[in-house]
């Protein structure tokens, strides 16, 4: 059974550009949830997608949004970047039926300069 | 709100001894999950063993076994017989009734010595 699989591993973008991060759940999840991680602030819950509707939020501005398709797959934009972006985004799936354990994909290190 | 609260920054454990890591969470919601996840340094979180709220009896899997005292509202992680591939960044997360939200604690990182 394949894993999470999360693109691009790596990405260097330009401050005030945008990007798009991707997420391939495990085949039979239909819960995705996006977290950032940062060394000074942990790993924060950004948003979660079940069958293609967004079910929970985090904190964060409106530049952080994101979709999930019917297959699943999700992905998350960032407009405007700010160098505050520089993050691991790590991306999660689960069954979604609550209380399950999610599995991680080995995330996206994004890079803001 | 819900806070999970890990008050080990950091932890060092000789090898095939006995460690264990410290988890305190707060939330007012009857049901909830609590997990234990390791992050290496490559950075992939890997699942590691899930304790309900309901459950009477602690989790256990493998050399990993939650200590769970629902009064104190705490959730700790035992790892037995460490290995030095046990060297990792340790994270419990809570998720309540909000399926597909969970709250992650700042971490411990584990270093076994030969």
């Known amino acids: 059974k394949a894993g999470v699989t999360q693109t691009p591993r790596y990405l260097i973008k330009t401050r005030g550009q945008q990007v798009t991060l991707s997420c391939s759940p495990i085949s039979g999840h239909r819960s995705v949830s996006w977290y950032q991680q940062t060394p000074g602030q942990g790993l924060q819950f950004l948003f979660e997608y079940f069958s293609e509707t967004q079910r929970n939020k985090g904190n964060f501005p409106g530049r952080f949004s994101g979709r999930q398709f019917s297959n699943s797959r999700s992905e998350m934009n960032v407009s405007t970047l700010e160098l505050g972006d520089s993050a691991l985004y790590l991306c999660a799936s689960s069954l979604g039926g609550g209380h399950t354990e999610a599995f991680f994909g080995q995330g996206t290190r994004l890079t803001v300069v | 709100a819900q806070k999970i609260t890990q008050t080990q920054p950091g932890m060092f454990v000789q090898e095939k001894e006995a460690v264990t890591l410290d988890c305190t969470y707060d939330?007012?919601?009857?049901?909830?999950?609590l997990f234990w996840y390791k992050q290496p340094s490559s950075g992939e979180m890997i699942f590691l063993i899930y304790?309900?709220?309901?459950?009477?009896q602690n989790a256990t899997e493998g050399r990993y076994s939650l200590n769970f005292q629902k009064a104190r509202k705490s959730a700790n992680l035992v790892i037995s017989a460490s290995q030095l591939g046990d060297s990792a960044m340790y994270f419990c997360a809570m998720e309540n009734t909000n399926a597909g939200k969970s709250t992650f604690g700042d971490g411990t990182t584990l270093t076994v010595k030969p």
């Open positions: 939330t007012s919601d009857p049901s909830y999950g």
């Open positions: 304790q309900g709220s309901y459950d009477q």
